[in-house]
């Protein structure tokens, strides 16, 4: 009887040893999965403080540039670089404001971003296209 008492004590503490085990790997396994996902974000944080410090000098350059046109074609030409301003603005503000998106979350945020800075980027192209032709 003793023999059955001490064996069950015996498998009971390695039971419970391996679940604490298993335990340890699981938490070690979500900490590599927060750092990879902290890497991600700096990653693309990075990426977009770059494109919209780019798309910041080009918006300078087309305010900055001297128009050979009317007043009247000026006024909305100012108008248009101004709303992109904002906009490029409204971008630098989210992206700051990130800071702890939910895992379920970040994609479609991160998608939804590049989505509108690349609109924005093609909007600038666009603006220095009409910037040339208000000029000729």
Do not use: H
């Not at 023999?3 to 335990?23: D, E």
């Not at 693309?44 to 350059?61: C, D, G, R, V, Y």
């Not at 074609?73 to 670089?81: D, L």
């Not at 992109?84 to 994609?107: G, Y």
Request: charged content about 30%; aromatic content about 8%.
């Amino acid at each position: 009887m003793m023999k059955i008492f001490l064996i069950q004590i015996i498998m009971f503490v390695s039971l419970s040893l391996f679940a604490q085990q298993n335990n340890i790997t699981k938490n070690q396994k979500s900490l590599c999965q927060t750092k990879t996902d902290s890497a991600d974000y700096e990653i693309f944080k990075k990426t977009a403080e770059e494109k919209i410090k780019s798309n910041q000098q080009k918006i300078n350059l087309l305010r900055d540039k001297k128009l050979n046109a009317s007043v009247k074609a000026i006024k909305k030409f100012n108008k248009k670089i101004k709303t992109l301003d904002e906009k490029n603005s409204e971008l630098q503000k989210r992206i700051s404001q990130c800071t702890n998106v939910k895992p379920s979350v970040w994609t479609s945020f991160k998608n939804r971003f590049m989505r509108d800075i690349k609109k924005l980027g093609e909007a600038l192209d666009d603006m220095a296209v009409d910037q040339y032709e208000i000029s000729q």
